[in-house]
Structure formats: structure tokens, C-alpha cells
């Protein structure tokens, strides 16, 4: 079973800055897909950003230009650098991955907490 084991989150004044950490169990080449969602409180989950095994990146529009999605391949590791943040970021952001062999695997991670203060 696939673990993804999300870090970084924490509370942030607007304006500041956080980056979060995604570590799959596992090799990270076995995903085809990565990506981060978010969930605010009484909200639906949303993508926020998606990365390719092949390094092509997806933004949410309302996001372009303040987040950034990379995948450091050689660290195992999916990242997403958040700046300029906004009260209205703050939500739970799951790491998410898609795996490709017998079928297709989606896995979440638990989760991690960003709080933005006005």
C-alpha cells in the first residue's frame, strides 16, 4: 500500500511564505501524476497544482504566479512553494498521486494544515 507523507503546513501571516513537502513510500518514478488539493472548511476539495512524471505542471488559474509545483526525483520528493498567501488559502492540503500498473491506483496523503492570518 502507497503512503504519502505530507509536511510543512503551519500558520502564516498574509503575505508570507510556506513550502510543503509530499514523500511517497516507494519510488516516485512509479507515479504518473502528482499533485496538491486543498479543502477549506464547508468547501468542495480543489486542485491547486499537478505535476507530471515528465515535469509538465497544471495550475488552478486563481493560483498562477504565487504557487509553484516541482518534483525533485532524486530526493523523492514533491514540493509546493506557496508565497503571497491569503487568509483565503487556509484550508487542509493533501498530496495526491496517481500510479499506473495492473489498473490505475489513486492514493491521498492525511493531509496538512495552512492557516493564513489576516
Known amino acids: 500500500q502507497v503512503q504519502l507523507v505530507e509536511s510543512g503546513g503551519g500558520l502564516v501571516q498574509a503575505g508570507g511564505s510556506l513550502r510543503l513537502s509530499c514523500v511517497p513510500s516507494?519510488?516516485?518514478?512509479?507515479?504518473?501524476?502528482m499533485g496538491w488539493y486543498r479543502q477549506a472548511p464547508g468547501k468542495q476539495r480543489e486542485l491547486v497544482a499537478s505535476?507530471?512524471?515528465?515535469?509538465?505542471?497544471q495550475y488552478a488559474d486563481s493560483l498562477k504566479g504565487r504557487f509553484t509545483i516541482s518534483r525533485d526525483n532524486a530526493q523523492k520528493t514533491m514540493y509546493l512553494q506557496m508565497s503571497s498567501l491569503k487568509p483565503e488559502d487556509t484550508a487542509v492540503y493533501y498530496c495526491n498521486a496517481v500510479q499506473i500498473t495492473t489498473g490505475q491506483y489513486e492514493f491521498w496523503g492525511q493531509g496538512t494544515q495552512v492557516t493564513v492570518s489576516s
Open positions: 516507494g519510488s516516485i518514478f512509479s507515479f504518473v501524476i
Open positions: 505535476i507530471t512524471r515528465g515535469g509538465s505542471t
